[in-house]
């Protein structure tokens, strides 16, 4: 490992890196450790403004797109060389934990201050980016901010989605843009040299085997629909059986149908109806109207994409008296990393004497978009008992630094490449 690289990573303070996601904890933290961080709220806004200004008093520069993509540079020799990218999301779930997404932002500002702060120079410049709602919690589908910076979904699109309160994406991401006024423009599609992106693992193979760095081969594919159910409102105690349309009723037989479509004895497909709206949600009237989420996943491009196909037929076949809607929002075939950035992940880890293993991600990622631009990987460290999306997730400050020094040394490689 070249001595300019060494140095850097000697410089990746594991405190520092604690203390920042503790600090960050705080902002939507809810009971039980877990963080609410919804995509474009005032929490959202509160995590920029702590990452611009960590990454300010380092001297680097902070540009934004417009969806709010945010991007943390330090300049390379070559001013107009495509960058390497690293970075991941800030924004939460519900009842997320402290360390999904966002630990692969802070691994990836603690790589740049510890290069800056070894003075390495760089062919390239190296971008940190905190990509807008990956999660797709608040406004469905996941990963809008890297499919529309990838060209893969044109930011009109999603400008017209409401969260569960009603509001419209278009207001929330006008207010978040306004509330970092300093901030650079920056456009979509920009070239990018490579990107990797540190994560959780969110499963529990890396502890289970006991290695720290997971060097990740590939994403699964996953479509996700909205289904919606239109029934009419009636009294319950006036109203015979026979004569309702019940929407309630019949979105129960819909997902027992589709339970019967997606079961698996080798237990490979993830099939999740996660989020129900019901009108009027009230004990005593019959539900006038269900949405419901769909979130269907499997690594076999086949299976996902039959599995997919069956949706709409699946749901149709099972309703009775009601009308229904099914409108696919996310269609993600399943991705293989560039084996080139594999290889400079695991030679990283290697180099600093840290055990690695290659594996797939059960979870998706914004690198899921940045495979279809630029030469892709993801470096898992573990997390306990792989639970995540969830108050209770948790991880080890030295196995977030490790992951923090294998990033260091990856992207010092590539950034002379
Ligand atoms: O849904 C996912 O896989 C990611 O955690 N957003
Ligand atoms: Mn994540
Ligand atoms: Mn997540």
Redesign the pocket.
């Given at each position: 490992m070249r001595e300019a690289t060494q140095d850097a990573v000697s410089r990746v303070d594991e405190d520092r890196l604690w203390r920042r996601h503790l600090e960050m904890a705080e902002i939507g933290a809810i009971p039980g450790n877990g963080v609410n961080r919804a995509a474009f709220s005032s929490e959202d806004i509160a995590a920029r403004k702590r990452l611009i200004a960590w990454a300010r008093s380092r001297g680097f520069s902070v540009s934004v797109d417009d969806i709010g993509n945010l991007f943390v540079r330090r300049s390379g020799l070559d001013a107009r060389a495509a960058p390497v990218m690293t970075g991941s999301h800030m924004d939460s779930q519900p009842r997320g934990g402290r360390f999904?997404g966002i630990y692969g932002v802070l691994a990836g500002l603690e790589a740049l201050e510890a290069i800056d702060a070894a003075g390495a120079k760089t062919q390239r410049p190296i971008e940190l980016v905190a990509w807008s709602n990956?999660?797709?919690g608040r406004f469905a589908p996941?990963t809008m901010g890297s499919a529309v910076f990838s060209g893969a979904r044109p930011l009109a699109e999603f400008l017209n989605v409401r969260d569960n309160e009603g509001v419209v994406l278009r207001d929330a991401l006008r207010t978040t843009l306004a509330a970092t006024p300093d901030a650079a423009p920056h456009a979509f599609a920009t070239p990018v040299a490579a990107y990797v992106e540190a994560h959780i693992e969110?499963g529990p193979r890396l502890e289970t085997e006991g290695k720290t760095i997971g060097v990740v081969t590939g994403i699964q594919g996953l479509r996700w629909f909205d289904v919606e159910v239109f029934g009419e409102s009636a009294h319950a105690g006036t109203t015979p059986l026979n004569v309702r349309r019940d929407a309630l009723c019949e979105a129960i037989a819909i997902i027992n149908a589709l339970h019967a479509l997606t079961r698996d004895g080798d237990d490979a497909l993830r099939f999740t109806v996660g989020r129900m709206l019901v009108t009027p949600n009230s004990p005593n009237s019959v539900a006038s109207h269900v949405l419901f989420s769909v979130d269907l996943r499997h690594p076999d491009p086949a299976t996902i994409g039959r599995l997919g196909d069956a949706v709409e037929p699946t749901v149709r076949g099972a309703v009775r008296q009601c009308d229904v809607k099914v409108t696919p929002t996310l269609r993600d075939d399943p991705c293989m990393f560039d084996s080139g950035v594999a290889d400079a992940i695991e030679q990283a880890a290697a180099g600093l004497g840290i055990a690695s293993m290659r594996m797939p991600s059960g979870?998706?990622?914004d690198a899921m978009y940045l495979a279809r631009v630029c030469p892709t990987g993801m470096i898992f460290v573990p997390c306990e008992r792989g639970v995540s999306?969830n108050e209770a997730e948790n991880a080890k400050p030295e196995d977030l630094a490790a992951g923090a020094r294998v990033l260091t040394a990856t992207l010092m490689e590539l950034a002379n490449r």
């Open positions: 999904d990956e999660e797709g996941c969110q979870a998706s990622h999306h």
